[in-house]
């Protein structure tokens, strides 16, 4: 499977995006999602997963309450809204698919990845 993000893009503190990731493939709907962010000079980060089904997610701590992840396995999109942007969210946001239906904050857990797609958050 091959994945495609999109959404990104240079919004003030305080705005919203969705991003979006799109996969080639239907069996996209079998396997667990996640986002990750990564800043410059700092590791990657995990920001949410959701499982295959959409019944479970997970969140960042620095993300709670402020992002949502969903999925669409009848279009082969998985989404991230983000609200309440700060300049601590700037980075470039990739989409993984996992090895399974589950869920995981851990980058190994995920074999694919998508090409990221940059969100900049000014003050």
């Known amino acids: 499977v091959q994945l495609q993000a999109s959404g990104g893009g240079l919004v003030q503190a305080g705005a919203s995006l969705r991003l979006s990731c799109v996969a080639s493939?239907?069996?996209?709907?079998?396997?667990?999602m996640g986002w990750f962010r990564q800043a410059p000079g700092k590791e990657r980060e995990f920001v949410a997963a959701?499982?295959?089904?959409?019944?479970?997610?997970r969140y960042g701590d620095s993300v709670k309450d402020r992002f949502t992840i969903s999925r669409d396995n009848a279009n082969n999109a998985v989404y991230l809204q983000v609200s309440s942007l700060n300049p601590e969210d700037t980075g470039v946001y990739y989409c993984?698919?996992?090895?399974?239906?589950?869920?995981?904050?851990?980058?190994?857990?995920?074999?694919?990845w998508g090409q990221g797609t940059l969100v900049t958050v000014s003050s």
């Open positions: 493939e239907r069996t996209f709907s079998t396997y667990g």
């Open positions: 993984a698919a996992g090895a399974n239906s589950g869920i995981s904050q851990n980058t190994r857990f995920y074999n694919t």
């Open positions: 959701v499982s295959w089904n959409g019944g479970f997610t």
